[in-house]
């Protein structure tokens, strides 16, 4: 007989409150540390564990005899936004305080800035917004995007920042 094993949860000590050192940093591109503050903001998110907003969607409705809507099924889904001329985002949190100043009836998913990143890009969205009823908005796109779901880190080079690759980013055989 096949033994089955649940996993514990990634983050068994969570409390809901945001990384010190992501706030920290948010908090100074947030006060317009220009580019330097947002290479850092960067840098202190691709470790940290972010809060992914789950929210029902109602799926059928039934209507009775006397014509009133019922709920007859709903799903659970992650939140995407749109901006006007039609690029979408994954919303991500830093902490259930964040969550709630959105949308205090959404359900917190803890992951890997990463995970959040790699599902923005399953989504096709161009952007993983982060915190974006404040304390600051915070976007993630373009390569930067496409770099934190492939796992790559940031790094001083020569001339700048890169992102390089390390070895839990590379694909696995």
Same mark, same amino acid.
Request: cysteine-free; hydrophobic content about 50%.
């Given at each position: 007989m096949n033994e089955r094993v649940l996993q514990g949860p990634a983050f068994p000590d969570d409390d809901g409150s945001a990384d010190p050192a992501l706030? /920290?940093?948010?908090?100074?591109?947030g006060a317009g540390g220009g580019n330097d503050a947002y290479v850092s903001a960067l840098?202190?998110? %691709? #470790?940290?564990?972010v809060l992914v907003p789950v929210v029902a969607v109602l799926g059928e409705v039934e209507i009775d005899e006397a014509g009133l809507a019922h709920d007859k099924s709903s799903d659970m889904a992650a939140v995407? /936004? %749109?901006?006007p001329d039609g690029r979408k985002g994954l919303l991500?949190? /830093? #902490?259930t305080a964040s969550l709630a100043a959105w949308n205090p009836e959404a359900r917190p998913v803890p992951v890997a800035a990463r995970t959040a990143a790699q599902a923005a890009v399953q989504e096709?969205? #161009?952007?993983?917004v982060v915190d974006i009823a404040g304390p600051t908005r915070f976007v993630v796109d373009g390569e930067s995007l496409r770099a934190l779901a492939a796992g790559y880190r940031l790094a001083r080079v020569e001339g700048g920042l890169a992102w390089v690759r390390t070895d839990d980013s590379r694909p696995s055989e």
């Open positions: 706030a /920290t940093a948010l908090g100074a591109y840098a202190a998110l %691709q #470790s940290a564990r995407l /936004t %749109q901006t991500a949190f /830093t #902490s096709d969205a #161009s952007a993983l």
